[in-house]
């Protein structure tokens, strides 16, 4: 059974860096399309990044430049690179994922779900 759990979320002050893991089990990776999204509360849920089985990434331009998505030498992770980091990029952090070759920039699209790790950017 598939199985998606985030982590690595915490307080960090602005201008700072974290780096949050989403590690996937119950499936070969190479499969799978893995998705970051986050929430803010009172806010709708945001695509920030996707990458394919075949490494094949895609960046949200509201965070382009400052995150990167990448798979573990393992492959059985994805990590998402965050620096520079603002207040408003406090959040929930959710990874997600979907079988295939195309990952998608839509939350709609993606049937496996973490429970989400949450990032607080506060000095």
């Known amino acids: 059974q598939l199985q998606v759990v985030e982590s690595g979320g915490d307080l960090v002050q602005p201008g700072g860096s974290l780096r949050l893991s989403c590690a996937v089990s119950?499936?070969?990776?190479?499969?799978?399309?893995i998705g970051w999204f986050r929430q803010a509360p009172g806010k709708e849920r945001e695509a920030l990044a996707c990458i394919t089985g075949g490494d094949s990434t895609n960046v949200a331009d509201s965070v382009k430049g400052r995150f990167t998505i990448s798979r573990g030498n393992a492959k059985n992770k994805v990590y998402l690179q965050m620096n520079s980091l603002k207040p408003e990029d406090s959040a929930v952090y959710y990874c997600?994922?979907?079988?295939?070759?195309?990952?998608?920039?839509?939350?709609?699209?993606?049937?496996?779900w973490g429970q989400g790790t949450q990032v607080t950017v506060s000095s």
């Open positions: 119950g499936v070969t990776l190479d499969y799978y399309n």
């Open positions: 997600a994922a979907i079988s295939g070759y195309v990952c998608f920039m839509r939350s709609d699209a993606y049937p496996y």
